[in-house]
């Protein structure tokens, strides 16, 4: 069983940046992938964000160049860093461990 936490959520200024984590109570070192997702107000969850145990990443169209996704199996943990905010990217960002485990969430929110 691993339970996750994400941190980092908040209120943003366009074009600002911020860096959630996602903090694991169990080793995530032999789970093949972690997500990121998010799911604005009144729109379905999507998929932001991937990573493998070997690194290898992938990210939706809409944040390509703006986010990074990274992971460290020792430290148990992962994160997003997410610049050049956009309005758009308003939402809860959620972590996720191998399409089972879940986060309850952080809420991201980019205003003026």
């Known amino acids: 069983q691993v339970q996750l936490v994400e941190s980092g959520g908040g209120l943003v200024q366009p074009g600002g940046s911020l860096r959630l984590s996602c903090a694991a109570s169990?080793?995530?070192?032999?789970?093949?992938?972690m997500y990121w997702y998010r799911q604005a107000p009144g729109k379905q969850r999507e998929l932001v964000a991937a990573i493998t145990s070997g690194g290898n990443t992938n990210y939706a169209d809409s944040v390509k160049g703006r986010f990074t996704i990274s992971r460290d199996n020792d430290k148990n943990t992962m994160t997003l860093q997410m610049n050049s905010l956009k309005p758009k990217d308003t939402a809860v960002y959620y972590c996720?461990?191998?399409?089972?485990?879940w986060g309850k969430g952080t809420l991201v929110t980019v205003s003026s």
């Open positions: 996720n461990a191998g399409q089972v485990y």
């Open positions: 169990g080793s995530i070192g032999s789970i093949y992938a």
